[in-house]
């Protein structure tokens, strides 16, 4: 959304420079203080001045860009189909704007309209196949409907793209595609390079925790485990992973006694037998 606020100025700077006409002023004004107001995420009233800019030149060039930090606004200000309107009328009218077609498919996936956001994606990564983020999330949207092709071959283009944030992302993907696939040894490695990067994110030290616990690594899952507990005590999934490898220590009292601990802090009963079974 910055990135397009961006954008905006830049073209701003550019139409105000080839032609400063005395009648541009009011529209120039009326956006620029919108843009103001979203990044100070008064979103209704950056709403307001945006709407209130097209409707003095609706003619305008700018209008397609305006009309896309619209839709973002009311997104934010929790209208999500009002936003899907502003953003589907930008997208006509800028069809080959990547911006557009990306802020539609955050809307449509916090909207939980996974399949639409998919496309939204599908038609960003069209026009630049290179784009992280995006490629990452059309990946994982694969995923989430069994489309393990689709993420496969996401997740692999992101591996041979240059930079961190590729490479980070390719981790991403592969951890949870490998997880997603029950091929836990596979999963590991990914993981680790997660973990280099932030040795104190608890999630992706408690998922390799549970890939260690499956794949009869007892030593690396107790300290993957011990240290995602220094950063979240009282995590519940921790205890019922603590309470497989005590199983699988054969250390039965401490394995019942992490399973009821994990059941008092919120983890399903039936889960934790299911997960139990898993290492028996």
Same mark, same amino acid.
């Given at each position: ?77 929790? !209208? ?74 996401? &997740? ?21 595609? &490998? ?21 104190? !994110? ?47 220590? &054969? ?30």
């Amino acid at each position: 959304m910055l990135l397009l606020a961006g954008l905006f100025m830049q073209a701003f700077a550019s139409h105000h420079n080839q032609d400063s006409k005395p009648e541009d002023s009011a529209y120039m004004a009326l956006a620029g203080k919108a843009d103001s107001l979203m990044q100070a995420a008064d979103w209704a009233a950056a709403a307001e001045c945006y709407r209130e800019a097209m409707r003095s030149e609706p003619g305008n060039g700018l209008n397609p860009l305006l009309m896309c930090n619209l839709g973002m606004c009311l997104n934010e200000a929790g !209208d999500a189909s009002g936003a899907i309107i502003a953003l589907s009328d930008a997208r006509r009218m800028m069809p080959s704007s990547i911006t557009a077609a990306l802020n539609r498919a955050q809307v449509f996936r916090s909207a939980g309209m996974y399949a639409e956001a998919f496309a939204d994606l599908s038609d960003a990564l069209a026009i630049d196949s290179t784009l992280v983020e995006a490629r990452l999330i059309h990946g994982m949207i694969a995923l989430r409907t069994d489309s393990m092709e689709i993420a496969r071959r996401d &997740f692999t283009i992101l591996s041979h793209l240059p930079g961190e944030a590729a490479h980070l992302a390719a981790a991403t993907g592969n951890a949870m595609l &490998f997880m997603a696939l029950g091929e836990y040894t596979q999963a590991i490695p990914p993981l680790s390079t997660l973990i280099e990067k932030d040795p104190a !994110d608890v999630d992706w030290l408690s998922r390799r925790a549970l890939c260690r616990l499956l794949t009869a690594d007892p030593a690396g899952a107790s300290e993957d485990i011990a240290d995602a507990m220094r950063f979240a005590p009282e995590d519940g999934e921790l205890f019922l992973y603590r309470a497989m490898l005590g199983k699988l220590r &054969f250390r039965n009292e401490e394995a019942k006694y992490d399973a009821r601990h994990a059941i008092t802090l919120g983890i399903d009963p039936d889960h934790v037998e299911a997960m139990l079974k898993l290492v028996e």
